[in-house]
């Protein structure tokens, strides 16, 4: 069975640290990648997605994608307690443009 | 207004009655899906479509049955609830156009509880 897998955390890190959350996944032959952030109660929304190995960067987030080695990495840099919120990563399944396989999440707290 | 509405928002209801989730959005996207989330089990999928003519199962599908009424509008059933249903679901929409990065849009979930 494909798979995405998390730490669940809580992942702790002071203000202004960066914090770094992983994933790995099991499908050789997925493309895509997205973080997704998810405050407690609320929606998940994108925060990043990437395609290519290496890394992406977009204002306090950066992706890495590490296909080799079937992970994929979100830093946070300058932690802000408004970061605090449960990470979600997901993966498309296979070569399918739209079916995709979520990760349980990474709890991040970011104390003030 | 939220791009991708569902209704109810929360619903309290009792072991085997039927329950309809009901979803609709306004970003003209072709595909539609129902998640749902359980603590430590992420987003799992119900059910997902292309279009009204295309539905299709996904991989916890048993004991739930969907509608796509119109492009806009993708609505979850179930026929007859139980408790491990209990869960906040999740429909989503995403684009099949030329700047598609494959972003699922999310409503803002209906949690449901069947006692």
């Known amino acids: 069975q494909k798979e995405v897998e998390q730490n669940s955390g809580p992942l702790s890190v002071p203000e202004g640290a960066i914090a770094s959350l992983n994933c790995t996944y099991s499908d050789r032959g997925s493309q895509s990648f997205f973080w997704y952030r998810q405050y407690s109660g609320k929606s998940p929304e994108l925060i990043m997605f990437i395609y290519s190995n290496g890394d992406k960067e977009d204002g306090r987030f950066t992706a890495q994608l590490n296909k080799a080695s079937q992970y994929v990495s979100l830093l946070i840099r300058d932690s802000q307690p408004s970061d605090s919120a449960t990470y979600l990563c997901a993966v498309n399944e296979g070569k399918s443009t739209y079916k995709y396989i979520f990760g349980t999440g990474t709890r991040l707290k970011v104390l003030a | 207004d939220a791009d991708v509405t569902q209704t109810p928002r929360n619903r309290i209801t009792k072991t085997g009655k039927r329950i309809m989730l009901e979803c609709s959005q306004t970003k003209g996207h072709d595909r539609m899906y129902w998640y749902r989330q359980d603590p430590g089990l992420g987003l799992q999928l119900i059910y997902y479509s292309f279009d009204v003519k295309d539905i299709n199962k996904g991989e916890i599908s048993d004991g739930y049955s969907v509608s796509r009424q119109a492009q806009a509008k993708f609505s979850l059933s179930l026929e007859s609830a139980i408790p491990n249903q209990t869960a906040l679901y999740f429909c989503?929409?995403?684009?099949?156009?030329?700047?598609?990065?494959?972003?699922?849009?999310f409503g803002e979930g209906s949690r449901l509880t069947v006692l």
């Open positions: 989503a929409t995403s684009s099949t156009g030329g700047l598609n990065t494959g972003e699922l849009f």
